[in-house]
């Protein structure tokens, strides 16, 4: 499976745009990526995805690099509820049946929001 | 709609002792999962269910079961509880139907065997 690698905290100060890295070299041409972050004391929830272009929706934006090896999550505004664990994951739709097609999580990205 | 509920929220077993955590969704959802989440760590998948009346391991399946009791409701056993198994578990749900296959998340059971 295609791995992808976070860097293990971030801080932003509320208000202020952050950009959240992954980084996924071995991404093959099928696999979508995906983000999910965890509140605290809370399950994961989906954020969004994408393939080649960025995308954009009420939570965020994903930026995604022209030769996809990296990806780039952006919250345009964060605030205090923004705080949480951020997850990159690839996910290939040709493998969403059985075991392939479960979520893999890596530690992802703990961010922190300054008031 | 609650979406994906779990019972309990929290529970105290001790070494030997066997427990049923609940799980249901409202969504309408084919496929359900176990999961657990040690300190500091990502999810590992314990167990998942394509659809009604299939189950399959996941990443870390021993010393748990499950049943597919319909297709709303998906539920984990810990016949003889060990410490090892002290972590945090949720429960999710997706439609295999929808192209992106998004996965919802229950709040979670915190479980503690001393």
């Known amino acids: 499976d295609a791995k992808t690698t976070q860097p293990n905290s971030m801080e932003s100060n509320e208000e202020e745009p952050v950009h959240l890295p992954c980084n996924h070299s071995?991404?093959?041409?099928?696999?979508?990526i995906h983000w999910y972050r965890q509140l605290p004391s809370q399950g994961p929830e989906y954020v969004i995805h994408g393939l080649t272009s960025n995308v954009n929706n009420r939570m965020a934006s994903l930026a995604i690099a022209e030769d996809r090896k990296s990806s780039t999550l952006i919250l345009h505004r964060a605030t205090l509820r923004d705080a949480a664990v951020y997850y990159c994951i690839l996910r290939d739709p040709l493998n969403y049946g059985g075991s392939q097609g479960n979520l893999i999580f890596g530690k992802g990205t703990k961010l922190s929001v300054k008031p | 709609n609650a979406g994906v509920t779990q019972t309990p929220k929290f529970q105290v077993l001790k070494t030997g002792q066997s427990m049923t955590l609940q799980c249901a969704q409202d969504?309408?959802?084919?496929?359900m999962y176990w999961y657990r989440q040690d300190p500091g760590m990502g999810l590992r998948l314990i167990y998942y269910s394509a659809s009604e009346g299939t189950t399959d391991k996941g990443e870390v399946p021993n010393g748990y079961n499950v049943s597919r009791l319909n297709k709303r409701e998906f539920s984990l056993r810990l016949e003889s509880a060990a410490p090892s198994q002290t972590s945090v578990y949720f429960c999710?749900?997706?439609?295999?139907?929808?192209?992106?296959?998004?996965?919802?998340f229950g709040p979670g059971t915190r479980l503690t065997v001393l």
């Open positions: 969504m309408n959802h084919n496929s």
């Open positions: 999710a749900s997706s439609d295999i139907r929808g192209i992106f296959h998004t996965q919802y």
């Open positions: 071995t991404i093959s041409g099928t696999d979508y």
